[in-house]
């Protein structure tokens, strides 16, 4: 599934299940809660914070998705094609840094 697809699933998905997105504030506040687990689960399973029993059965995956999906609410309801966005950073990107990191002694 293409990201554009991805926004008429969770804008199909909102409508039928959620009644109504949640404010923009709102969906902010949820896009950092849930960065934090994002962050909790990386910090301890590949970081050095030691893994607490109730975390072993989190999954990372699951909660990237949760990520993903306040991230396609905060682009539909605020009128951003984000496909058309990632593609265009996606370029900048490759031609702003190949050669950056290319050349840095420290990725080597």
Known sequence: MNIENAQVAVDEW???HGVR?????TNMAQLTEE???VARII???YGEQSEKES?????LGEE???VLF???CLANQTGINLQESFDKKLNLKTKRDHDRHHNNKKLK
Not at 55 to 59: P, Q
């Open 14 to 16: 909102i409508k039928a």
């Open 21 to 25: 997105y949640f404010n923009e504030l």
């Open 35 to 37: 960065v934090g687990e």
């Open 43 to 45: 910090a301890r399973r």
């Open 55 to 59: 975390d072993k059965n989190k999954d």
């Open 64 to 66: 990237l998705a949760d």
């Open 70 to 72: 306040v991230v396609l």
